[in-house]
């Protein structure tokens, strides 16, 4: 049974007289900051020096460093840039800024687990991750409630590492919802095995093969792209709200019927077996540090091949009919 926090299990005490810098003012960096702010805590900012996020920050009022700077000026180092480039920027400008009973802070435990990033043993090492985009993040926050999140503590040097995490979840809105404690390995590993077998690559290649099986097959384009990808959110909405049954409630007895009876046949979980394992073993970090160093060419080759497919150039135009798209 996991272990759930809620606003009357954490303090904002832990933060009080120290200065969070959060690393990076992008689309989790300005939310999570903003939330800090707004609950009291002493917030700096830490970006390229005269980059837009560097001009964004400062209207937003925060005081702004070069990330060095910021590192050295503050008690929490709060990492919130992409994974990718974390470790140069860490070992670059951060390390050699990190005193004694500092804290190190993250949202994504991917560099810490697969030892990209490897703090020294004077700091605490904690996780603050909450399960929606930064949007949702502030969203919430300004409506009075907050985002699901998950805390984890890789590394305790003060004794104090979980009752830090949770205020930094407490004040960001997070333990308004409920804080699941769990660990940096977990956190890592499910998040990428949800992003790779159903998020992200998963729906991804359903959608487009279940479009190019009925395209060729001879159906017209546009309604192979309404039947296969936009009435997805219709049913990932219920599913959102009710749960798996709840959806099957809502959806007709023939859908359900097909749905039970067919579905398996389009996934192979020995696959999904197969994909965990090549990240629980490092294999995927491996290929994806490859990757990086390679300048993205996959990435690249891929994502080409999709923007020019017959369900983007269809889509476009149909989400324009529909007012999605100007």
């Keep these: 049974m996991a272990k759930i926090y809620t606003d009357e299990d954490a303090?904002?005490?832990?933060?009080?007289?120290k200065t969070v810098a959060v690393i990076g003012y992008g689309n989790q960096g300005e939310a999570q900051a903003k939330n800090l702010r707004d609950s009291g805590v002493d917030v700096i900012i830490g970006v390229r020096e005269g980059g837009p996020s560097w001009k964004k920050?400062?209207?937003d009022g925060f005081d702004v460093y070069p990330i060095d700077e910021a590192a050295e000026r503050a008690d929490v180092v709060h990492i919130l840039i992409p994974d990718e480039v974390q470790p140069e920027v860490y070992r670059e400008h951060i390390h050699d800024?990190?005193?004694e009973g500092n804290a190190l802070g993250f949202s994504h435990g991917y560099n810490i687990h697969f030892g990209l990033i490897k703090p020294p043993e004077h700091v605490d090492v904690i996780l603050v991750a909450p399960k929606g985009p930064g949007r949702m993040v502030r969203e919430l926050y300004e409506q009075g409630f907050g985002t699901p999140a998950l805390v984890a503590v890789e590394q305790d040097h003060t004794g104090e590492a979980m009752d830090l995490a949770l205020a930094?979840?407490?004040a960001m809105g997070?333990?308004?919802a409920g804080v699941i404690e769990t660990?940096?390995?977990e956190e890592v590993e499910t998040d990428l095995f949800g992003e790779q077998v159903d998020l992200v690559g998963g729906v991804l290649y359903m959608i487009l093969y279940a479009f190019e099986t009925l395209v060729e097959a001879g159906y017209q384009p546009e309604v192979a792209y309404f039947e296969t990808l936009h009435e997805l959110k219709l049913i990932v909405d219920i599913i959102h709200e009710k749960g798996l049954t709840g959806?099957?409630?809502a959806v007709s007895n023939t859908a359900e019927y097909g749905g039970l009876t067919r579905g398996k046949r389009v996934v192979d979980k020995e696959e999904m077996r197969k994909i965990l394992e090549e990240i629980r073993t490092g294999e995927f970090a491996r290929e994806w540090r490859l990757e990086q160093e390679a300048g993205k060419i996959v990435m690249s080759r891929l994502r080409e091949e999709l923007e020019d497919h017959e369900?983007?150039?269809?889509?476009?135009?149909?989400?324009?009919?529909?007012?999605f798209e100007e």
Excluded: W, Y
Excluded at 11 to 17: T, V
Excluded at 311 to 323: C, H, T
């Design 57 to 59: 920050a400062k209207e």
């Design 311 to 323: 369900i983007e150039r269809v889509g476009r135009r149909l989400r324009k009919m529909m007012g």
């Design 11 to 17: 303090s904002l005490e832990p933060l009080e007289g």
């Design 183 to 185: 660990t940096f390995q």
């Design 174 to 176: 997070f333990t308004r």
């Design 247 to 249: 959806m099957l409630d």
């Design 97 to 99: 800024n990190l005193e």
């Design 168 to 170: 930094m979840a407490k």
